[in-house]
Structure formats: structure tokens, C-alpha cells
């Protein structure tokens, strides 16, 4: 396609990415500014609008098309209903006085709510929805926040302040959730940014992974932990025996809810 043929609309412009994405799986900066003959500035805006309505994800240089898995995954009643039973049995691990660190996420932010009859907890956590939750329990954890550089992708504080925060501590168990399982390498996620999950396992005695049964299996771009970092997975009943398997084969313990 010529650059003069190219629409000067955004709307039209944003159509136009879309239909490049269908068709290329993924596209970048420097493609998209020859296209439009636009500034970077203007792509740029363009795939931030597109990614926070559901269209796709921005990516290092570009962005890629939206995985179906997660763009089918709508916030229904029954997967609202498995995330409450995992966070139950992962509550069920806390005893009072732990130091816990709950990473950002809707499965690791329904862990909030069970925590009400749990003493003396301090709770670190990356996420201002979930800090909004602790203050709101009238035992009154004790709060820690990471601070650091905010990530509207995430939802959540990444980066080195943040890295530095959580070196300054040591924690019991870290709750953190996963966009996908990849049965041979461990959890993964579409968020480039995973230094900070990698440090919140490193400071913590028992890492336990929250994740509905749905999701494992699904191979997301990033790495976020290996089998090796990981203590224990919570999952709902849609485990099948031979994934149970091979997660337990890598030392895991399983935890089926």
C-alpha cells in the first residue's frame, strides 16, 4: 500500500492497523510511521487507544494481535466462582503474623476478602486496587507498598525502585497469579515486565501460583517463573490428571480446588 492512499483519520487509521494485525499477526512502530508517513508519537497513541479497548497488546518496537484465548476470556459468574474457591484454599495457607506479598491480578486480588479473620499480617503488594482492599478489612494489615514506575498495562508498579523495596525485606509466601502455564517451562505472561515477579519470588520462602484450569496449558510470550521458583499451584477441578502429572514431575506441589 502507497503512503498516499493511507487514511489521515484516526479512526480510519486505527481500521487500518486492525486489518494489518489480522493479517500479519503483529506489527511495529517503524512499519506503521512508513505506512502513514506519521510521527512515532502518533502510533504510538494509536496502538495505546487500540490496547486499552481489548484489540491488541503493545510489545517492544510494535504491537500484537490480542490472543483469542484472552480476548474470549469474559469476566463470567462461573469463572468468578473458581477464582473465589482458589482464593480460599490459598488463604487457607496463610497462618497469622505471615509476611505475604500478593502480586497484581483478579485471581491474586480475590485472596483480599478471606484474609479478614487472619492477625498481625503484613502485606506487601504492587497493586492499588489490592491496597485499597487491605485497608478496607477491619483486622488492618499492615500495608507495604512497592512504589516504582506505574505500568497501565499491568495495572501496577514495576521497575528497579520497586525491585529495590522488596530486597529490603524477606516474606513468607508470594500469592501471584499467571496469564498462562506452559506445562514444560513454568508460568507465563503477555507483560514483557517480569524483573519484579522475579524478585518477588526471590524474597519469598513458598511462591504459590493462583490460576484457573483453563489457562494451563496456554503458552503466553514471556516467561514469568520457572518450574524452579515455584512451590505450589492452585487450580480448579478442570485440571486434567495428565497435566497434574507433569506439573508434580517438576516438584510442584498441586493443589486442586
Known amino acids: ?134 485497608r478496607a478489612l477491619e483486622n488492618e494489615p499492615t500495608l507495604l507498598m512497592t512504589g516504582g514506575t506505574w505500568d497501565t498495562r499491568s495495572e501496577s508498579f514495576q521497575g528497579k525502585v520497586a525491585e529495590q523495596v522488596l530486597r529490603s525485606y524477606d516474606f513468607d509466601q508470594l500469592f501471584i497469579g499467571a496469564d498462562g502455564i506452559d506445562l514444560a517451562r513454568g508460568s507465563t505472561t503477555f507483560n514483557e515486565l517480569v524483573g519484579l515477579s522475579q524478585v518477588m519470588a526471590e524474597v519469598s520462602r513458598e511462591v504459590v501460583v493462583m490460576v484457573e484450569s483453563q489457562k494451563i496449558g496456554r503458552k503466553m510470550p514471556n516467561l514469568e517463573l520457572t518450574w524452579q521458583q515455584i512451590d505450589v499451584l492452585i487450580t480448579d477441578t478442570g485440571l486434567s490428571e495428565q497435566d497434574k502429572k507433569a506439573i508434580l514431575a517438576h516438584g510442584v506441589e498441586v493443589i486442586c480446588v
Not at 497484581?104 to 486496587?129: R, Y
Open 1 to 134: 500500500m502507497k503512503k498516499s492512499s493511507q487514511p489521515r483519520n484516526t479512526k480510519q487509521r486505527r481500521h487500518t492497523i486492525m486489518q494489518l494485525l489480522q493479517e500479519q499477526g503483529e506489527v511495529s512502530v517503524e512499519q506503521l510511521v512508513q505506512l502513514f508517513d506519521i510521527s512515532e508519537v502518533t502510533i504510538r497513541k494509536d496502538l495505546s487507544a487500540l490496547e486499552t479497548n481489548g484489540f491488541l497488546l503493545r510489545k517492544y518496537g510494535g504491537a500484537i494481535l490480542m490472543p483469542k484465548e484472552i480476548m474470549d476470556e469474559s469476566e463470567n459468574n462461573e469463572l468468578t466462582k473458581r477464582k473465589l474457591v482458589i482464593a480460599k484454599a490459598a488463604a487457607e495457607r496463610i497462618r497469622d503474623h505471615n509476611r505475604i506479598i500478593v502480586d497484581s491480578g483478579s485471581t491474586t486480588a480475590a485472596l483480599i476478602k478471606q484474609l479478614n479473620l487472619k492477625q498481625g499480617l503484613v502485606v506487601m503488594t504492587n497493586s492499588i486496587s489490592v491496597a485499597t482492599e487491605l
